[in-house]
């Protein structure tokens, strides 16, 4: 399996039970939301994935590889957006991907040919040399996701990628993500935002730190919208 697979995750913040018997997978090229109110414990399974916390139990796999048992290899396939922006708005764009790119040993030619071309997949090419404090939260994110792919990772974790941007932003963002899953990535997209979720894409409903469904949106929504259907699964009021 060259996506991601996670199996029977639970953890917890002392007493807290932050997930409980958590197993998923996302196939290779898939582009997956993840869809949780705030508290489901999204930031904590991307904690599990990206190994700053460990699970008392079960496994992960991303592209193959197993995460405890082999960690360079599996988080080399992973790429990661967090959820509060990390660039150095001091630096340009290019300056920005560059020190990432040296960060992951890639340097000279090799580096510059990497930019290049992550910036252009992300239509930033144009504004390589513009500090990233002069950019608009959408462009910011853009960036981040370009530099995200700047080691060829098979997957990529983006958690809540769309916050504090306009609906112009957030549409573009979450376009560019779906195309990256098009060019084969496996993506698992965080976000509590329904229309931020294709009728084709597969999803995953997080609540109060369990699975409560998952499959196609489009089967998961059924007879209803999917902002219908996630509200009446979660128990939330409209
Ligand atoms: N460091 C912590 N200590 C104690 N409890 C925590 C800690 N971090 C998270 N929690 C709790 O664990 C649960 C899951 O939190 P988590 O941040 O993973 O959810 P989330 O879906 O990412 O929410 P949000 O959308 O608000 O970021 C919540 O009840 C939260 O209050």
Redesign the pocket.
């Known amino acids: 399996m060259t996506g991601l697979r996670a199996h029977d995750l639970s953890f917890a ?2 007493a ?4 409980e018997e958590v197993s998923f997978e996302v196939g290779a090229g898939r582009f997956c939301a993840l869809l ?12 599990l994935l990206t190994r700053l916390f460990m699970a008392p139990r079960g496994s992960i796999e991303i592209a193959g590889h197993d995460l405890a048992r082999a960690p360079r290899a599996a988080l080399a396939e992973l790429g990661i957006v967090f ?1 509060q922006s990390t660039l150095d708005l001091d630096l340009t764009v290019r300056q920005n991907l560059s020190y990432f790119a040296a960060l992951h040993g890639l340097s000279g030619r090799t580096a510059a040919a990497r930019i290049d071309a992550a910036l252009d997949q992300l239509e930033m090419r144009d504004r390589a040399g513009e500090k990233a404090r002069a950019l608009n939260g959408g462009h910011r994110r853009r960036t981040e996701l370009a530099r995200a792919l700047l080691h060829d990772p098979a997957v990529l974790l983006l ?2 990628p769309t916050v504090g941007l306009d609906a112009a932003a957030r549409a573009s963002i979450t376009l560019h993500a779906h195309r990256l899953a098009e060019d084969g990535k496996t993506i698992l997209w ?1 976000t ?1 935002l329904t229309d931020e979720v294709a009728p084709g894409d597969d999803l995953i409903i ?1 609540h ?2 369990r699975i409560l469904t998952r499959g196609k949106a489009r089967d998961i929504a059924g007879d209803m919208t999917l902002h219908e259907r996630f509200l009446t699964l979660t128990g939330a009021v409209a």
């Open positions: 913040y002392g807290k039970k932050a997930l949780g109110p705030n508290g489901a414990g999204k930031s904590t399974l991307f904690g959820q958690d809540e965080a509590h997080l109060r730190a």
